[in-house]
């Protein structure tokens, strides 16, 4: 039998308009006396007007850049400073993660109300470290999972949609990558069987409502498919991995993001922007390019890129395919579970997709499909 460890949920959610006014008697419940609010400038700004006024004190915190050692640390010496009992994180992403790693080292509850759908951030019992130049460093899993997320829809709703687009396609790499890894098990334990299901609702969900729920934020309108959307990007993506544990998290997909952070040009893009090129990587490392054909119409409509040509690569693309196959391949990256260990296997990869995308887009182009 297989040894999976479930932390398939936090404590406490919530996903409605208004939800945040039962934020003062969530924390009254535990008697709390003090906490830190640990936010971007911009999501601060995003979520204040949706905000009660509370009674119990609150210290606003901006982070400052990356989630790393050095800002969890720097975050952790004012918390202890100011006697906070409990921290609620209000951004995106890397806000999510900080308040988390910092609440993991103070032994403090964690409070998050996410401004973006970008990730499952908000659900998962983990954080994703980098450095100062925003390099992929690790991911450390908590023992603890986190005490409670509230999601107030209307402040996604006003969130740039390129973040909703690049949690589509973060969230669209649980089925793919879920499914690598889990395939040559059998039977399957339940808890698996539990993060299959959400992981193709993952899919099935977003290839169905995905475009709609892109649409609803361009015309301002909080639809049913939007909700779903958000919601499938942070709890049913989290639930993958909270009950898949290592089996539901993540395998090439990832790995190729995490090659991709060490070429500047993807800088300015978003990690699920990454992530959904990795998806088509990984597929090719399959030997999957017909579920690639599959993809690409859906990827067109949603302008999630498709060709190493699309992060601004061009010059010393020979290079820089080696630096990213290299990183993607460090002995900790998980492409490994799915049995592919050295630079020459993703090197060969990314050049297989190319080609495929470049004949594919060719073919089409003279059929008058594009």
Same mark, same amino acid.
């Given at each position: ?6 932390? $398939? ?92 790693? !910092? ?66 396609? #973060? ?55 939007? !909700? ?11 639930? !993958? ?48 390019? #017909? ?18 040509? #699309?992060? $601004? ?58």
């Amino acid at each position: 039998m297989l040894n999976i460890q479930v932390q $398939g949920a936090p404590n406490f959610y919530q996903c409605y308009e208004g939800v945040l006014n039962i934020l003062q008697e969530k924390i009254d419940e535990q008697n709390w006396q003090k906490g830190i609010l640990l936010h971007g400038n911009k999501s601060w700004q995003a979520a204040n007007d949706f905000f009660p006024n509370l009674s119990t004190p609150l210290t606003l915190l901006p982070y400052q850049g990356e989630c790393s050692t050095e800002e969890v640390n720097r975050i952790s010496e004012i918390t202890v400073a100011e006697h906070a009992d409990f921290i609620i994180g209000v951004g995106g992403g890397k806000v999510m993660d900080l308040a988390k790693a !910092v609440g993991n080292e103070n032994d403090l509850s964690v409070i998050l109300i996410p401004t973006l759908a970008a990730n499952c951030a908000p659900w998962t019992p983990l954080s994703v470290f980098y450095d100062g130049e925003g390099n992929f460093l690790h991911y450390t899993i908590f023992p603890k999972s986190t005490y409670m997320v509230l999601i107030e829809p209307r402040i996604l709703l006003d969130a740039p949609v390129d973040y909703l687009r690049a949690g589509i396609g #973060d969230t669209l790499a649980k089925w793919y990558e879920a499914d690598v890894l889990s395939k040559d098990i059998s039977p399957k334990p339940l808890p698996l069987e539990i993060a299959l299901h959400a992981a193709k609702m993952c899919k099935e969900v977003l290839l169905k409502e995905g475009e709609e729920a892109i649409s609803a934020v361009y015309k301002g309108h909080l639809t049913s498919s939007f !909700v779903r959307v958000i919601e499938t990007i942070i709890l049913a993506g989290g639930m !993958v991995g909270g009950y898949g544990d290592h089996y539901g998290r993540i395998a090439g997909a990832h790995s190729i993001h995490n090659g991709l952070t060490y070429i500047k040009e993807t800088h300015s893009y978003l990690h699920g922007e990454k992530v959904a090129y990795g998806i088509l990587v990984q597929l090719a490392l399959e030997n999957r390019l #017909d579920e690639v054909e599959k993809l690409l119409p859906f990827y067109q409509k949603l302008n999630l890129p498709i060709s190493i040509k #699309d992060f $601004g690569i061009f010059n010393q693309m020979k290079e820089k395919i080696a630096i990213i196959a290299e990183e993607a391949t460090k002995p900790s990256e998980s492409i490994h579970y799915m049995h592919v260990s050295n630079q020459k296997e993703v090197i060969n990869g990314i050049y297989s997709l190319e080609q495929f995308i470049s004949s594919t887009l060719e073919e089409k182009n003279k059929e008058g499909t594009v």
